[in-house]
Protein backbone atom coordinates (compact mmCIF):
# COMPACT_ATOMS: atom_id res chain seq x y z
CA UNK A 1 0.00 0.00 0.00
CA UNK A 2 1.34 3.35 -1.05
CA UNK A 3 2.14 5.65 1.60
CA UNK A 4 1.51 9.74 1.40
CA UNK A 5 2.94 11.26 -1.31
CA UNK A 6 3.47 15.16 -1.42
CA UNK A 7 4.92 16.94 -4.19
CA UNK A 8 7.40 18.92 -4.65
CA UNK A 9 10.19 17.95 -2.77
CA UNK A 10 11.72 20.92 -2.10
CA UNK A 11 11.09 24.30 -3.41
CA UNK A 12 12.75 27.40 -4.19
CA UNK A 13 10.68 30.85 -4.29
CA UNK A 14 11.11 34.64 -4.20
CA UNK A 15 8.88 37.02 -1.47
CA UNK A 16 5.93 38.00 -3.42
CA UNK A 17 5.58 34.95 -5.28
CA UNK A 18 2.66 32.10 -4.69
CA UNK A 19 3.28 28.16 -4.38
CA UNK A 20 0.51 25.15 -4.76
CA UNK A 21 1.96 22.16 -2.82
CA UNK A 22 0.11 19.03 -3.32
CA UNK A 23 -1.00 15.73 -1.07
CA UNK A 24 -1.85 12.36 -2.09
CA UNK A 25 -3.34 10.86 1.12
CA UNK A 26 -3.27 6.95 1.40
CA UNK A 27 -6.04 5.48 -0.52
CA UNK A 28 -9.32 5.02 1.04
CA UNK A 29 -7.96 7.85 3.26
CA UNK A 30 -10.46 11.19 3.63
CA UNK A 31 -8.93 12.68 5.96
CA UNK A 32 -5.68 15.22 4.84
CA UNK A 33 -4.13 17.49 7.54
CA UNK A 34 -1.47 19.87 6.85
CA UNK A 35 1.30 21.05 9.13
CA UNK A 36 4.20 23.93 8.99
CA UNK A 37 7.31 22.84 10.36
CA UNK A 38 10.36 25.09 11.72
CA UNK A 39 13.10 24.86 14.12
CA UNK A 40 11.70 27.27 16.72
CA UNK A 41 7.98 26.53 16.12
CA UNK A 42 7.83 23.02 15.69
CA UNK A 43 5.06 21.44 13.62
CA UNK A 44 1.88 23.68 13.65
CA UNK A 45 -1.39 23.02 12.45
CA UNK A 46 -2.58 24.55 8.84
CA UNK A 47 -5.72 23.08 8.55
CA UNK A 48 -7.51 19.80 8.09
CA UNK A 49 -9.49 18.89 5.15
CA UNK A 50 -12.17 15.90 5.24
CA UNK A 51 -14.85 14.93 2.23
CA UNK A 52 -13.39 18.15 0.67
CA UNK A 53 -14.27 20.49 3.59
CA UNK A 54 -12.23 22.11 5.61
CA UNK A 55 -13.33 21.10 8.97
CA UNK A 56 -10.96 22.89 11.51
CA UNK A 57 -8.02 25.89 10.37
CA UNK A 58 -5.48 26.45 12.63
CA UNK A 59 -3.90 30.31 13.19
CA UNK A 60 -2.51 31.53 10.67
CA UNK A 61 -3.40 34.40 7.88
CA UNK A 62 -5.56 34.26 4.82
CA UNK A 63 -2.42 33.98 2.56
CA UNK A 64 -2.46 30.26 3.48
CA UNK A 65 -5.23 28.03 2.00
CA UNK A 66 -5.84 24.76 0.90
CA UNK A 67 -8.45 22.11 -1.05
CA UNK A 68 -9.10 18.79 -1.69
CA UNK A 69 -10.81 17.34 -4.52
CA UNK A 70 -12.88 14.39 -4.93
CA UNK A 71 -10.65 11.83 -4.83
CA UNK A 72 -9.11 12.84 -1.58
CA UNK A 73 -6.21 14.64 -2.78
CA UNK A 74 -5.55 17.82 -1.29
CA UNK A 75 -3.27 21.19 -2.30
CA UNK A 76 -2.32 23.92 -0.27
CA UNK A 77 -1.16 27.29 -1.56
CA UNK A 78 0.37 30.36 -0.55
CA UNK A 79 -0.08 33.59 -1.58
CA UNK A 80 2.13 36.56 -1.15
CA UNK A 81 5.51 34.46 0.38
CA UNK A 82 7.35 35.88 2.94
CA UNK A 83 10.66 34.97 4.34
CA UNK A 84 8.90 33.61 7.25
CA UNK A 85 7.11 30.96 5.17
CA UNK A 86 10.15 29.08 4.86
CA UNK A 87 9.49 25.78 6.11
CA UNK A 88 9.01 22.28 5.62
CA UNK A 89 5.55 21.56 5.02
CA UNK A 90 3.82 18.43 5.81
CA UNK A 91 1.05 16.60 4.77
CA UNK A 92 -1.14 13.51 7.37
CA UNK A 93 -3.71 11.49 6.06
CA UNK A 94 -6.08 9.22 8.50
CA UNK A 95 -8.72 6.80 8.03
CA UNK A 96 -9.65 7.06 11.77
CA UNK A 97 -8.73 9.44 14.81
CA UNK A 98 -6.41 7.33 16.36
CA UNK A 99 -3.41 7.76 14.06
CA UNK A 100 -1.75 10.01 11.23
CA UNK A 101 -0.24 9.11 8.50
CA UNK A 102 2.59 11.61 7.25
CA UNK A 103 4.36 12.32 3.90
CA UNK A 104 7.91 12.74 3.28
CA UNK A 105 7.27 16.77 3.43
CA UNK A 106 8.18 19.38 0.98
CA UNK A 107 10.88 21.78 2.08
CA UNK A 108 10.04 25.61 1.17
CA UNK A 109 13.03 27.98 0.91
CA UNK A 110 11.64 31.76 -0.03
CA UNK A 111 14.40 34.04 -0.75
CA UNK B 1 -6.00 27.72 24.04
CA UNK B 2 -3.30 24.94 23.95
CA UNK B 3 -0.18 25.03 25.64
CA UNK B 4 2.68 21.17 25.37
CA UNK B 5 5.62 21.40 27.22
CA UNK B 6 8.36 18.80 27.01
CA UNK B 7 11.75 18.92 27.60
CA UNK B 8 13.79 19.96 24.65
CA UNK B 9 16.76 17.84 24.52
CA UNK B 10 18.22 14.56 26.47
CA UNK B 11 20.91 12.37 26.37
CA UNK B 12 20.94 8.66 27.24
CA UNK B 13 23.17 5.67 26.89
CA UNK B 14 23.10 2.94 24.34
CA UNK B 15 20.91 -0.10 26.25
CA UNK B 16 19.79 2.44 28.68
CA UNK B 17 15.80 3.21 29.57
CA UNK B 18 15.15 6.93 28.91
CA UNK B 19 11.37 8.81 29.80
CA UNK B 20 10.66 11.37 27.73
CA UNK B 21 7.60 13.78 29.80
CA UNK B 22 5.06 16.03 28.47
CA UNK B 23 2.61 18.18 30.33
CA UNK B 24 -0.47 20.07 28.85
CA UNK B 25 -3.04 22.28 29.47
CA UNK B 26 -5.72 22.26 26.60
CA UNK B 27 -9.32 23.67 26.61
CA UNK B 28 -10.51 20.51 25.49
CA UNK B 29 -9.30 16.96 25.28
CA UNK B 30 -9.72 13.37 23.06
CA UNK B 31 -6.22 11.65 23.01
CA UNK B 32 -2.54 12.27 23.09
CA UNK B 33 -0.13 11.22 20.69
CA UNK B 34 3.56 10.53 20.50
CA UNK B 35 5.70 11.12 17.08
CA UNK B 36 9.09 9.92 16.75
CA UNK B 37 10.95 12.07 13.68
CA UNK B 38 14.48 11.84 12.72
CA UNK B 39 16.39 14.40 11.32
CA UNK B 40 15.28 15.08 7.86
CA UNK B 41 12.36 12.89 7.90
CA UNK B 42 8.21 13.13 7.98
CA UNK B 43 7.72 12.02 12.08
CA UNK B 44 5.95 8.23 12.13
CA UNK B 45 3.46 7.18 14.91
CA UNK B 46 4.35 5.57 17.72
CA UNK B 47 1.41 5.36 20.31
CA UNK B 48 -2.16 6.97 21.11
CA UNK B 49 -3.49 7.38 24.87
CA UNK B 50 -7.34 8.01 25.01
CA UNK B 51 -7.65 6.74 28.55
CA UNK B 52 -5.18 6.30 31.98
CA UNK B 53 -2.67 4.24 32.21
CA UNK B 54 -0.20 2.61 30.52
CA UNK B 55 0.60 1.44 26.88
CA UNK B 56 3.13 -0.95 26.32
CA UNK B 57 4.31 -1.57 22.56
CA UNK B 58 7.61 -3.51 22.41
CA UNK B 59 10.00 -1.31 23.76
CA UNK B 60 8.25 1.53 23.50
CA UNK B 61 5.59 2.50 26.41
CA UNK B 62 3.36 5.37 26.96
CA UNK B 63 1.51 6.71 29.92
CA UNK B 64 -1.26 8.83 30.48
CA UNK B 65 -2.77 10.67 33.48
CA UNK B 66 -6.07 13.10 32.53
CA UNK B 67 -6.21 14.28 35.67
CA UNK B 68 -2.80 15.79 35.97
CA UNK B 69 -2.13 16.82 32.25
CA UNK B 70 0.88 14.46 31.94
CA UNK B 71 2.19 11.88 29.56
CA UNK B 72 5.47 10.50 29.56
CA UNK B 73 7.20 7.99 26.91
CA UNK B 74 9.68 5.41 28.00
CA UNK B 75 11.95 3.64 25.76
CA UNK B 76 14.12 0.96 27.00
CA UNK B 77 16.98 -1.15 25.45
CA UNK B 78 17.99 2.14 24.15
CA UNK B 79 19.89 2.09 20.84
CA UNK B 80 22.01 3.99 18.30
CA UNK B 81 18.90 4.28 15.50
CA UNK B 82 16.54 6.12 18.70
CA UNK B 83 18.26 9.22 18.25
CA UNK B 84 15.38 11.88 17.07
CA UNK B 85 13.23 14.05 18.20
CA UNK B 86 9.84 12.61 20.03
CA UNK B 87 6.92 14.93 19.75
CA UNK B 88 4.38 14.80 22.06
CA UNK B 89 0.70 16.08 20.74
CA UNK B 90 -2.72 16.62 21.72
CA UNK B 91 -6.17 16.28 19.91
CA UNK B 92 -9.02 19.19 20.98
CA UNK B 93 -12.57 18.00 20.15
CA UNK B 94 -13.67 22.13 20.22
CA UNK B 95 -16.20 22.63 18.08
CA UNK B 96 -16.73 19.13 16.59
CA UNK B 97 -14.08 18.72 14.59
CA UNK B 98 -10.35 17.21 15.49
CA UNK B 99 -7.27 19.43 15.67
CA UNK B 100 -3.96 17.92 16.89
CA UNK B 101 -1.83 20.64 18.52
CA UNK B 102 2.36 19.37 18.95
CA UNK B 103 4.61 20.35 21.53
CA UNK B 104 7.80 21.46 19.97
CA UNK B 105 9.75 18.02 20.39
CA UNK B 106 12.40 16.76 22.38
CA UNK B 107 15.84 16.07 20.92
CA UNK B 108 17.06 12.65 22.30
CA UNK B 109 20.70 11.67 21.74
CA UNK B 110 21.69 8.13 22.33
CA UNK B 111 25.48 8.05 22.99
CA UNK B 112 27.85 4.42 23.07
Known amino acids: KAGVTQTPRYLIKTRGQQVTLSCSPI?????VSWYQQTPGQGLQFLFE???????NKGNFPGRFSGRQFSNSRSEMNVSTLELGDSALYLC??????????FGPGTRLTVL | GQNIDQPTEMTATEGAIVQINCTYQTSGFNGLFWYQQHAGEAPTFLSY????GLEEKGRFSSFLSRSKGYSYLLLKELQMKDSASYLC?????????????FGIGTKLQVIP
Open chain 2, 49 to 52: NVLD
Open chain 2, 89 to 101: AVRDPRGGYQKVT
Open chain 1, 92 to 101: ASSLADNEQF
Open chain 1, 27 to 31: SGHRS
Open chain 1, 49 to 55: YFSETQR
